[in-house]
């Protein structure tokens, strides 16, 4: 196995698509073109990410007149796009960029996958960012393999079978994707 994929916002294409052995990704009818999918293992929820202390935005709704990120072309933009239409997020290339502008100020939230957001924030050690509020994902992980590849495929299932099993699979969930962003104790009453 020599192509792991680790980045979280590429785009893929039909006329672009990475070669991978292995990456985890969110499924869509464009990339099944591309490769086949395990059975699915996480549901990121879409998250509001502020700066501790500094701000006035509890909730999605709150977004209106401020200035908010959200990454170019990926599934959380395109679900905010759809609901809040009224909005004009602007658009940055990557989450590691858009954590870096919201913690130094530049702008009053970002809205994002979750388990994004908390893997990248754990990584790049943000600590005055926090979690605001989350709605419900219709979107789902998997691990994404080159297309064909069914044994890789069923190897994969069965560990995430085991991993849940075992207990192994909510530790390593909750070291990874439940990370240093800990929810607001800002809310209106």
Do not use: C
């Amino acid at each position: 196995m020599n192509n792991l994929l680790t980045m979280t916002n590429r785009l893929f294409t039909p006329h672009s698509p990475p070669e991978v052995d292995i990456a985890t990704m969110i499924s869509s009818p464009e990339r099944e073109s591309l490769y086949d999918f395990v059975d699915p293992h996480h549901v990121s929820p879409i998250s509001l990410i502020v700066r501790k202390g500094d701000t006035d935005i509890y909730h999605l709704d709150d977004l209106h007149g401020k200035n908010i990120i959200s990454i170019a072309g990926v599934f959380s933009h395109r679900y905010l796009l759809s609901q809040q239409q009224a909005l004009a997020p602007v658009p940055v290339a990557d989450i590691e960029a858009g954590l870096k502008m919201l913690a130094a100020g530049e702008f009053d939230a970002i809205v994002t996958l979750q388990s994004i957001a908390l893997y990248q924030n754990q990584q790049l050690k943000l600590p005055n960012l926090v979690l605001g509020d989350t709605v419900s994902s219709p979107y789902t992980y998997s691990f994404a393999v080159a297309k064909d590849n069914r044994e890789l495929q069923e190897q994969i299932n069965q560990g995430l079978i085991i991993l849940k099993r075992n207990g192994a699979f909510q530790l390593l969930h909750e070291k990874w994707l439940e990370g240093v962003l800990r929810p607001s104790n800002n809310s209106r009453h």
